[in-house]
DNA sequence: TTGAGTGCAAACTTTTTGCAATGTT
DNA sequence: AACATTGCAAAAAGTTTGCACTCAA
């Protein structure tokens, strides 16, 4: 069984120090542990995820902790931050990471990923138009996925009808 | 100078009628007063604002009967809700607004809109491969605008970090 | 040694919920 | 008259802050 995120987490940590050393913030044991456990993981978690799992591991550390670290890692580009549309951020890693965006089943709420290149042209290209200098992007799609699985609620009745009834 | 809000307002109003109707829900004086309140609007505002708006005008409404009624404004799709990264729910109107998305900067938080073809069929290629059936999306891109007004301090300078580090 | 960083708890912000009163159907 | 909807206030949920203690530099 392969372990290629060993690697990853070793050329995370050593962006971590470069960083910390750079910003002259401190290289704490906590920093690295949550780092280590952000990167055992594969999927998207939130800050009570983190902080519980980390608890169940014996890791002694607290929420604040986790938060005030979060905001170090998506500063140093290491962790995403994401907003699915809840008031609950979600996170995860990316370095070593495929650029991806996310499509989400209003309905079962499952969420898988997807890989366009087009959208970086779009974000050049509106950037240039706009003036800005884009430095990343939040893409999702919500929809309801076709599995047996999911309640695929019919969606999209209210835009139908709403047409029917303005025209 | 010309209104054509109000026949947006209109057509909205129509809408969100025979939307209680379908739905056998009441028609009450709040959820029309919130429908007009918005549609005479043209940013994005969030719950407090509009709970606040209100107020001035000597309406009286609770902040419940706020978050219910964008609620049902949004099952009708009349009106857009987003997570603009921050904790706090952002709304617009949506009826007879064309489709856009959103660029952020990052330093003076203005929010501009933007519209690419594009985008859409991204959304219809995706869904079709991974078997979803996408009802809306949402796009937005984060950078730093060129105003002098904007602090506009040098971004990006981690992600180039982290590759000279991790080589 | 010193002050950045930590844990803990309290405070804060946004949203949801419970319940009695109201008013649409 | 019935009960969906409202206002209000309390509770919940997520995040931030204050402060005394700790430990990396």
Redesign the interface.
């Known amino acids: 069984m392969p372990q290629p995120n060993l690697q990853n987490l070793d050329?995370a940590k050593?962006?971590l120090t470069?960083?910390l050393e750079?910003k002259s913030l401190r290289k704490t044991p906590e920093r690295f542990a949550i780092l280590e456990e952000i990167y055992s993981r594969s999927d998207h978690f939130d800050v009570d995820e983190l902080y519980i799992s980390m608890k169940n591991k014996k890791y002694r550390v607290s929420r604040a902790t986790v938060y005030n670290t979060l905001d170090v890692l998506v500063?140093?580009?290491?962790v995403t931050?994401h907003?699915?549309?809840?008031?609950l951020?979600q996170y995860e890693k990316s370095?070593g990471y495929k650029q991806h965006d996310h499509?989400i089943?209003?309905d079962c709420h499952q969420v898988?990923e997807?890989c366009?290149p087009?959208?970086q042209?779009?974000?050049t290209?509106?950037?240039d138009?706009?003036?800005?200098?884009?430095?990343?992007?939040?893409?999702?799609?919500?929809?309801?996925?076709?599995r047996e699985k999911c309640e695929n609620r019919v969606?999209?009745v209210?835009?139908l009808?709403?047409r029917a009834?303005?025209e």
Chains 1, 2 share one sequence.
Do not use: P, T, W
């Not at 500063?75 to 290491?78: A, F, H, K, P, S």
């Open positions: 050329a050593r962006i470069a960083y750079r500063d140093c580009d290491l931050k907003q699915f549309g809840k008031n951020a370095y499509i089943c209003l898988r997807f366009d087009r959208v042209n779009i974000q290209m509106v950037g138009m706009l003036q800005f200098n884009v430095v990343h992007h939040s893409l999702i799609f919500y929809g309801s996925c076709q969606q999209n209210n835009q009808e709403n009834v303005a």
